[in-house]
Every structure is written in structure tokens, then in C-alpha cells.
T-cell receptor
Framework: AQRVTQPEKLLSVFKGAPVELKCNYS??????LFWYVQYSRQRLQLLLR??SRESIKGFTADLNKGETSFHLKKPFAQEEDSAMYYC???????????FGAGTILRVKS | DTAVSQTPKYLVTQMGNDKSIKCEQN?????MYWYKQDSKKFLKIMFS???????INETVPNRFSPKSPDKAHLNLHINSLELGDSAVYFC?????????????FGSGTRLTVV
């Protein structure tokens, strides 16, 4: 079974502080992992996927298979980063994404 | 020029009514999905269609019936609406399998049952 755990419901940081949104997964095969962002009352947007190893809006995420984690990081938070962040998993060749419960990021000025 | 569009954006209706939500994508994707986002913001898959064929049907009451007239459209019909059906319903599409490139989501339909 595929499972995604985001242990923090809410993460509150000050502007300019580093951010780390935690994501752990459970999957016996080789996972495909994603981060999605949802700004207030808007659609979910793909932020990044592990296979592309890119940096979007200053965010990065590294897949750690030993710790089964895919934490999202940003060195300096900005107020416009305030949003709901979802980690999602698909199995290899899988036909669906399984989402974590989401973490609300609040960046305070 | 919206990639995945849903209508209506808001839907307020009384218990017991029947309603439909429509979804269309112009990305040429093969697979479309319906997700339910509940009041706690948890996202759960309901259905998935690949080239008009149902491939995922999670544990959803049979009051919910998806229909895909072609691969660019996936509609959701709900019979005998209940208070617990109140949620935001998101349509999404993907090219190939979900794990290849992820999803493109619609803007959601906020359903309120009173």
C-alpha cells in the first residue's frame, strides 16, 4: 500500500527564516514523488517532482530512500510562500497519486 | 485558455437533489480524475478514466456516477445529495501514468449541500 505522511498540520515561520516541510512515504517499490502547492482558494499547482531535480520558486526537495523521505526546503521564506503544501506519491507505472494530509505554511512578517 | 476547466465553480443545493459537475481538458491528456477535498483539506481520489475507460473506482457511494463521453471530458453526477457531500471537488488530468509528470488540476467546484 502507498501512504504519505506529512506530520505537521501547520508550520509558522518568520520571513527570511529557513523552511522545511516534512514528507515521509511508505511504498515497497520505487516511488515517484511530487510537491503540490495550493494558494488560498485556488487550484493545486505542481511545484516540483523528484525526478526532474529542479528548483522552483527557491524550493528544493531531495528523495532520501533510506529514510523514505522527500522533505521540501527553502533557505529564506517569503510572505508569498504562505499556502497549503501537499506531498504526493505514485508507484512506478502507477495510475494515481496518493496525497498526504497537507501542511499549511504561514510566513509572518 | 484554461488547461483543465470545471463548471460550475460554486454549487449550493438542497439535500436530496441531483447535480452534475463538468470537467474538460484541452491538454490532450489520456487520463482524467476526480478528487474530493474535505473540510480538513484532505484529498482523496474518487475515480479515474483512461481514454474513456474507468480504471479507478474507489470506495465511493453509488450515488456518485462519473461519465466520460470522450477523453477530453469527465463529468460527475451525484444523486440524492447529502450534507456530507459538501466539499470541494477537483478534476485533474495526466499525460500517461500519474507518476510520469503528475497532474494538472482544475480550479475546483465548491459544493455546499443545505
Amino acid at each position: 500500500a502507498q501512504r504519505v505522511t506529512q506530520p505537521e498540520k501547520l508550520l509558522s515561520v518568520f520571513k527570511g527564516a529557513p523552511v522545511e516541510l516534512k514528507c515521509n512515504y511508505s511504498y515497497s517499490g520505487s516511488p515517484e514523488l511530487f510537491w503540490y502547492v495550493q494558494y488560498s482558494r485556488q487550484r493545486l499547482q505542481l511545484l516540483l517532482r523528484h525526478i526532474s531535480r529542479e528548483s522552483i520558486k527557491g524550493f528544493t526537495a531531495d528523495l532520501n530512500k533510506g529514510e523514505t523521505s522527500f522533505h521540501l526546503k527553502k533557505p529564506f521564506a517569503q510572505e508569498e510562500d504562505s499556502a497549503m503544501y501537499y506531498c504526493a506519491l505514485s508507484g512506478t507505472g502507477g495510475n494515481k497519486l496518493v496525497f498526504g494530509a497537507g501542511t499549511i505554511l504561514r510566513v509572518k512578517s | 485558455d484554461t488547461a483543465v476547466s470545471q463548471t460550475p465553480k460554486y454549487l449550493v443545493t438542497q439535500m436530496g437533489n441531483d447535480k452534475s459537475i463538468k470537467c474538460e481538458q484541452n491538454l490532450g491528456h489520456d487520463t482524467m480524475y476526480w478528487y474530493k477535498q474535505d473540510s480538513k483539506k484532505f484529498l482523496k481520489i474518487m475515480f479515474s478514466y483512461n481514454n474513456k475507460e474507468l480504471i479507478i473506482n474507489e470506495t465511493v457511494p453509488n450515488r456518485f456516477s462519473p461519465k466520460s463521453p470522450d477523453k477530453a471530458h469527465l463529468n460527475l453526477h451525484i444523486n440524492s445529495l447529502e450534507l456530507g457531500d459538501s466539499a470541494v471537488y477537483f478534476c485533474a488530468s495526466s499525460h500517461g501514468t500519474a507518476g510520469d509528470y503528475g497532474y494538472t488540476f482544475g480550479s475546483g467546484t465548491r459544493l455546499t449541500v443545505v
